[in-house]
């Protein structure tokens, strides 16, 4: 692990106010550290409060975090897909119709709905098919939803923000980005002095130059869950994400009549743990440069995890969900009718590079995935638009 104390070369400096509210986030994290009777917190502890404590997370706090594609002054972090064009919503909002009209209800439950580029791109090319459907809006951030109530405003009453998940819902989910950003549990293999590997999990202590990483032996639940996903291997780190987990099992009680899409970066189960990726996949977000040192700049910075999307199917399936599509994104785009909807913004040199940059595998086009879960009584045509070419299930 890279030293806490030293910044990865080349990130650009800090803002005062920035590192104001970094100062204040560290304090309530080393106070918690600190009143901890082994005054250590799991990192999956540490990686929750610095993106999500109320009033002191990355996603709770009013900083900038989402750029536009092409926007000159770069004064958040990062990019998503919905910010390069609004062709990537109104692609999406494709495949929801078909999802909407099978199971009868007019209605979209998006989670982590950022700037509100997606909703808006969804809602506007669906009005353009006559469809007004009911959106909601799943946001943890306060920041974040009033930006979002801001953009979507001229829909009026058409969308509406939920504080907490339905006890049922109809209709098609949406979540672009969402599982990465969850607070993953980070792992480790050590090597014991007869030379056999043991399975530790990494905390966070407060030392003399501040945050500083250890391990502890793994417990029951954590030794189980790797069993079955991977051999132990020496000096490996890799991340497992137990809150994602939780969040797609618990979908299959509330989703009652409809389809989820989920899109995010990340690999099925053999690649993701494959032994040259051995340093894992945690990475952090500043003024759109990556690192992977997640213990500077507490709640200043974005934190993810790539995707296990093979345990993602697993949880659906053990939550009572279908696995119904997975693919690229590309894939996914050029199957939902991506082309056909640039044919007419050919002139546009902005929008053209930006489906360049969401198809290109160099890019987000092969790094990205789309997971599509269904309920078991979705009456509707298989394999879905999106999956109709390049379905990958058999390698999940």
């Excluded at 509210?21 to 994290?29: D, F, I, S």
């Excluded at 082994?38 to 409060?49: G, H």
């Excluded at 040199?349 to 995935?369: D, I, P, R, Y």
Aim: some cysteine; overall charge negative.
């Amino acid at each position: 692990m890279m030293d806490p104390t030293q910044l990865p070369h080349g990130l650009p400096p800090i803002d005062p106010e920035r590192q104001a509210h970094c100062e204040q986030v560290a304090r309530a994290l080393k106070t918690e550290i600190l009143q901890h009777p082994k005054q250590m917190i799991p990192f999956e502890r540490w990686m929750e409060v610095a993106l999500y404590a109320p009033g002191l997370g990355y996603y709770t706090v009013d900083t900038p975090k989402l750029d536009p594609y092409g926007q000159a002054a770069k004064t958040g972090d990062f990019t998503t897909s919905p910010e390069l064009t609004p062709l990537f919503g109104a692609t999406v909002a494709t495949q929801a119709e078909d999802i909407m009209a099978a199971c009868g209800t007019p209605a979209i439950l998006e989670f982590g709905a950022g700037s509100g580029a997606l909703a808006d791109s969804v809602l506007a090319a669906l009005a353009n098919n006559r469809i007004q459907p009911r959106y909601y809006i799943l946001e943890v951030s306060p920041a974040l939803q009033q930006q979002q109530r801001q953009r979507l405003a001229r829909y009026g009453d058409q969308v509406q923000w939920l504080s907490e998940l339905p006890d049922s819902f109809q209709g098609c989910v949406l979540a672009n980005e969402v599982l990465d950003a969850m607070p993953v549990t980070l792992f480790t293999w050590e090597n014991e002095k007869d030379g056999s590997p043991t399975l530790k999990e990494y905390y966070v202590t407060w030392g003399n130059n501040g945050f500083e990483w250890c391990t502890v032996a793994a417990d029951d639940v954590l030794q189980n869950m790797l069993a079955s996903r991977m051999p132990p291997l020496p000096n490996y780190r890799s991340e497992i994400n137990r809150h994602a987990e939780a969040w797609i099992r618990s979908m299959g009680s509330w989703l009652t009549h409809g389809a989820a899409l989920l899109f995010d970066y990340g690999f099925p189960q053999h690649e993701y743990y494959h032994p040259q990726r051995h340093e894992g996949t945690l990475m952090c977000h500043f003024r759109h440069h990556s690192h992977s040192q997640a213990l500077i700049y507490p709640g200043g910075q974005d934190i993810t995890a790539h995707i296990d999307f093979t345990a993602m199917a697993d949880a659906a399936l053990a939550g009572g969900l279908e696995v119904v599509g997975y693919t690229s994104q590309a894939q996914f785009l050029i199957n939902a009718g991506l082309l056909d909807q640039l044919q007419a913004h050919l002139h546009a040199k902005a929008t053209v590079s930006a489906v360049q940059t969401l198809l290109s595998a160099a890019e987000m086009g092969e790094l990205f995935k789309v997971m599509a879960l269904a309920s078991p009584n979705l009456d509707i045509n298989f394999p879905l638009r999106g999956f109709q070419a390049g379905d990958r299930r058999h390698l999940l």
